[in-house]
């Protein structure tokens, strides 16, 4: 079964604390993205990349970092400087290249910082 | 500034009736638009999308109607089922922006038996 996984389903951090959030596909997917989603916000895009050790920052890069070392793995950094990083995290994937088809989406980590 | 915007938050329809979820943008350099359908604690769903050289695209239930003049889209799901409650995300891209997705915030559609 081909498909986007994301992991942790939940996480808990303390504040300062730099935390990883996992993304593996296995879709044989060439483009990877991470979104955030806020409540009423819908989805904002942190970071992206079409190919394997590249990425591109999104809308909302600040705070966060990330890594294309394999096709198949995609995972966020997100680090003390973020200064709201309680959010719900989804990690997507696309054929081909970025935009030109619909992203399929892993089903979230919720990062919750105190 | 929202580029994509949904302005109803929730939707409650009776099972059976039409649902018909709106969705209106600014960038007139868009020229795709998808809906994605999410349950609580999954990730989006693709549900159906346009090309901006169409009006209208059907798929089974669900048909989304695009006006370019108003900049404005709208997701019909006939006839509606308790199924289909969820949260529901339109988005668009333009190819001069790297194709990149612009989310709305969101609709949550109540279908009640």
């Known amino acids: 079964d081909g498909g986007i996984t994301q992991s942790p389903k939940y996480l808990f951090r303390k504040e300062g604390q730099n935390v990883t959030l996992s993304c593996e596909q296995n879709?044989?997917?060439?483009?990877m993205y991470w979104y955030r989603q806020d409540p009423g916000q819908g989805l904002r895009l942190i970071y992206y990349?079409?190919?394997?050790?590249?990425?591109q920052k999104g809308d909302i890069a600040e705070g966060y970092s990330v890594s294309r070392e394999k096709k198949e793995s995609f995972p966020l950094t997100v680090t003390s400087a973020q200064k709201n990083p309680t959010a719900f995290y989804l990690c997507?994937?696309?054929?081909?290249?970025?935009?030109?088809?619909?992203?399929?989406f892993g089903n979230g980590t919720r990062l919750t910082v105190t | 500034d929202q580029q994509v915007k949904q302005n109803s938050p929730s939707l409650s329809v009776q099972e059976g009736r039409i649902s018909i979820l709106n969705c209106d943008y600014t960038n007139s350099m868009f020229d795709y638009f998808l809906w994605y359908k999410k349950y609580p604690a999954e990730g989006p769903t693709f549900l159906i999308s346009i090309s901006s050289i169409k009006d209208k695209n059907e798929d089974g239930r669900f048909t989304v109607f695009l006006n370019k003049s108003a900049k404005h889209l709208s997701l019909h799901i006939v006839p509606s089922q308790p199924g289909d409650s969820a949260v529901y995300f339109c988005?668009?891209?333009?190819?001069?922006?790297?194709?990149?997705?612009?989310f709305g915030g969101g609709t949550r559609l109540m279908v009640k038996p």
């Open positions: 879709l044989n997917h060439d483009a």
């Open positions: 990349s079409q190919i394997v050790n590249d990425f």
């Open positions: 988005a668009a891209s333009a190819r001069n922006a790297g194709n990149m997705l612009t």
């Open positions: 997507a994937s696309s054929i081909g290249r970025v935009g030109n088809s619909p992203l399929h």
